[in-house]
């Protein structure tokens, strides 16, 4: 392990975990970087990865296989995808929360969703505290059934501010009214509403 991977594996935002492969062989101690919001989509060497259930971060010397399973504070997690990171001594991996409610994310900046930015937002006719994605990829199904990836802004709102809100709720964002299409909880005690 790499000096970069052993310190940030060992930092406070690090879990301790237990990964056994696909074929449940012995359960192998670890610790993993984990994101249990719905993820935005990245591009690497030219390729578009979506990541919308759970990603994380896991030392090079722990011998993922996809459908792999990670257990995570009680939680479950399979193995989707499988990337190499920028980060020296590390893989990055695609996770789906297979069992479990989910593992809250360990927030250093109180800023749930890196990928937006804090403001104050109007919803339902109430100002709220935010966390904003301005046309962010989004997995939606068309209506002839097909899975496509679209633009849609992305609103990360705390649960206990979200209320009766929900889908067909209006959001004012830059003085214009979105309607919310969808509502994704997530365990780290936000929603993504998307618009």
């Known amino acids: 392990m790499t000096p970069f991977a052993r310190a940030i594996l060992h930092s ?32 690497e060497a030219g390729e578009e990865f ?4 759970a990603e994380g971060a896991v030392s090079q010397d722990v011998p ?10 009680g ?4 193995v989707a995808a499988i990337h190499p990171s920028k980060a020296p001594g590390l893989q990055d991996i695609g996770l789906v929360r297979v069992s479990g409610p989910g593992v809250d994310l360990f927030d250093l900046s109180r800023q749930v969703l890196s990928a937006g930015t804090r403001e ?8 709220v505290w935010a966390v904003v994605a301005r046309r ?3 997995l939606e199904t068309d209506q002839d059934g097909y899975e496509v990836v679209v633009q849609r802004n992305r609103v990360g709102i705390a649960d ?3 209320g009766a809100s929900g889908q067909r ?12 299409t969808a509502v994704r909880p997530s365990a780290a005690g936000l929603s993504t509403l998307i618009c």
């Open 75 to 78: 939680s479950v997690y399979m």
């Open 169 to 180: 709720s209006q959001i004012l964002l830059d003085g214009e009214i979105h309607y919310v």
């Open 160 to 162: 206990a501010d979200l």
């Open 120 to 127: 104050i937002v109007e919803l339902d006719g109430r100002k």
């Open 64 to 73: 993922v296989e996809y459908e792999g399973r990670f257990t995570v504070e």
């Open 12 to 43: 406070p935002a690090s879990r301790a975990a237990t990964y056994t492969d696909p074929d449940g062989g012995e359960p192998v101690p670890c610790r993993i970087l984990l994101n249990d919001t719905p993820g935005e989509t990245r591009r």
């Open 50 to 53: 979506l990541f919308d259930d």
């Open 136 to 138: 962010a990829a989004t």
